[in-house]
């Protein structure tokens, strides 16, 4: 594990960056009461790679997702996605830039029950009113084993089938970026595993770039690297990652 970084955890050209948090700083409560929930954290994130963001409760993980994916904002910094400071966009800008630009998975799937598993994964492009890629979608559809699932609601599938068609539809829109949250905490092992190959699949077969929070260091080992948070800071990462050298990063994150 790397010592504690305050410069930006960078390791390719601008070009391959597509999201960049610099120096970024978020707190909640004022006065004796303020807590530091990101303490001028900076990370590049490579395009087309799958990255784990880890760290102890209260690390500031969470927040940082929710930060980068426009989802919340911050007290200062930037963040920076392909060439656009996300920072400076007003609330409308900001949902569109989550509709057409940024993919989610949650851990509760986040599904319409009233609507079909091929209407849950074509929402988003309804909702922007665009054309849906017939070709695209069916080629994610296949690729997700969903083609004899479309027409069931989430009632009738199975977890790791409802998490599948989650997958399906933060690919649909083809974003920018795909944040996963704890994507695997509603499934059991078997159904853990399989979505977390799919996940890094889209990374080698489509070029998706993913950000995953989780806590599993099993999950985090899908991940082609994971980025270790204390206190709201960035202190270091792990490359290639396997279950036992997320255990051995952790163990020597909470020894600091």
């Known amino acids: 594990m790397s010592e504690p970084a305050d410069e930006p955890v960078r390791t390719s050209t601008d070009d391959d960056i597509v999201l960049r948090a610099q120096s970024l700083r978020k707190s909640f409560g004022r006065g004796d009461t303020a807590v530091d ?3 001028g954290i900076s ?3 490579e395009s087309g790679r799958f990255t784990a963001i880890m760290g102890p409760s209260g690390s500031g993980k969470s927040t940082f997702m929710h930060v980068l994916a426009g989802l919340d904002r911050v007290d200062s ?3 920076i996605m392909r060439g656009q400071d996300i920072t400076r966009l007003n609330d409308r800008q900001l949902t569109q830039l989550r509709r057409d630009r940024v993919g989610f998975i949650f851990q509760a799937f986040n599904l319409v029950p009233t609507l079909s598993a091929e209407q849950n994964i074509e929402l988003p492009v309804s909702l922007a009113r ?6 695209w979608k069916a080629e994610v559809v296949e690729r997700l084993e969903l083609g004899d699932r479309l027409q069931h609601r989430p009632h009738e599938l199975s977890g790791g089938q409802q998490q599948r068609v989650a997958v399906a539809r933060a690919l649909l829109t083809r974003p920018d970026v795909i944040f996963a949250d704890e994507p695997t905490g509603n499934l059991d092992s078997h159904a853990g595993a399989e979505v977390l190959s799919l996940l890094g ?3 080698t077969l489509y070029g ?3 950000i995953m929070v989780t ?3 099993v999950a985090a080992s899908h991940a082609g690297r994971v980025v ?3 206190d709201g800071r960035a202190t270091g990462e792990v490359r290639q990652p396997t279950r036992e050298s997320v255990v051995t990063a952790l163990s020597e994150l909470s020894s600091l």
């Open 201 to 203: 699949r889209a990374t």
């Open 228 to 230: 270790l948070l204390k």
């Open 37 to 39: 929930a990101l303490d």
């Open 130 to 135: 665009k054309k849906i890629d017939r070709e």
């Open 43 to 45: 990370v590049d994130f």
């Open 208 to 210: 998706q770039t993913i």
């Open 215 to 217: 806590h599993d260091p």
């Open 77 to 79: 910094g930037s963040i």
